[in-house]
């Protein structure tokens, strides 16, 4: 299975854009890019996936490389309430697994 | 959002003993998956099912075993637990249909703690 590489952690100031980095070089034709999230003594949620084009949603904006070895998880204004893991993960197309790594811990400062 | 839930939350259990962790779900997926999160590794799938009697194991299955004899029920069993299994275990299903987008629900966890 593909990999992803994150930054083990990152801050933000809130009300300020944050941009969170995925590699996924070893991606293959028909991965989708997942990302979840995990706030403190929660179960990971959902937050955006998709293949190839950018996506946006009411949580977030997806940004994918044009070659798909990268990805960026966009979210526009950060709150306090988004400090948490955030996970990117790759699902091959016709399977059912998904494999999370460590993420990304976001911090965001008032 | 009541779809799924694990039972118990928390345990306490000595090493050798048994136990069966269980998730339930109100939805009707077909996927259901057991995970557990330990510091440092993130979440690591230990077993999965795509059906009644379908299960296949994940990337750290040594230890543990799943049943899934209805659709709602998924239960995760340690034979005999170790320290080691000391953990948090997330459930999740896998929500297809016209509603969803082929996403992971999870569960609220269930905290293990192997003396």
């Known amino acids: 299975d593909a990999k992803t590489t994150q930054p083990n952690s990152m801050e933000s100031n809130e009300e300020e854009p944050v941009h969170l980095p995925c590699n996924h070089s070893?991606?293959?034709?028909?991965?989708?890019i997942h990302w979840y999230r995990q706030l403190p003594s929660q179960g990971p949620e959902y937050v955006i996936h998709?293949?190839?084009s950018n996506v946006n949603n009411r949580m977030a904006s997806l940004a994918i490389a044009e070659d798909r070895k990268s990805s960026t998880l966009i979210l526009h204004r950060a709150t306090l309430r988004d400090a948490a893991v955030y996970y990117c993960?790759?699902?091959?197309?016709?399977?059912?697994?998904?494999?999370f790594g460590t993420g990304t811990s976001l911090t965001v400062i008032p | 959002d009541a779809g799924i839930t694990q039972s118990p939350r928390h345990k306490v259990t000595e090493t050798g003993t048994p136990v069966t962790l269980r998730c339930h779900q109100t939805?009707?997926?077909?996927?259901m998956y057991w995970y557990r999160q330990d510091p440092g590794h993130g979440l690591r799938l230990i077993h999965y099912?795509?059906?009644?009697?379908?299960?296949d194991k994940g990337e750290v299955s040594d230890g543990y075993s799943v049943s899934r004899s209805k659709t709602e029920d998924f239960l995760l069993t340690l034979e005999s637990a170790t320290s080691s299994q000391t953990s948090v275990y997330f459930c999740?299903?896998?929500?297809?249909?016209?509603?969803?987008?082929?996403?992971?629900?999870f569960g609220e966890g269930s905290r293990l703690t192997v003396l």
């Open positions: 999740a299903i896998r929500r297809t249909g016209r509603r969803y987008t082929g996403e992971l629900f």
């Open positions: 070893t991606i293959s034709g028909t991965d989708y």
């Open positions: 998709g293949l190839t």
């Open positions: 993960i790759l699902r091959a197309g016709t399977g059912n697994q998904f494999y």
């Open positions: 939805e009707n997926h077909r996927y």
């Open positions: 099912s795509y059906g009644v009697k379908d299960t």
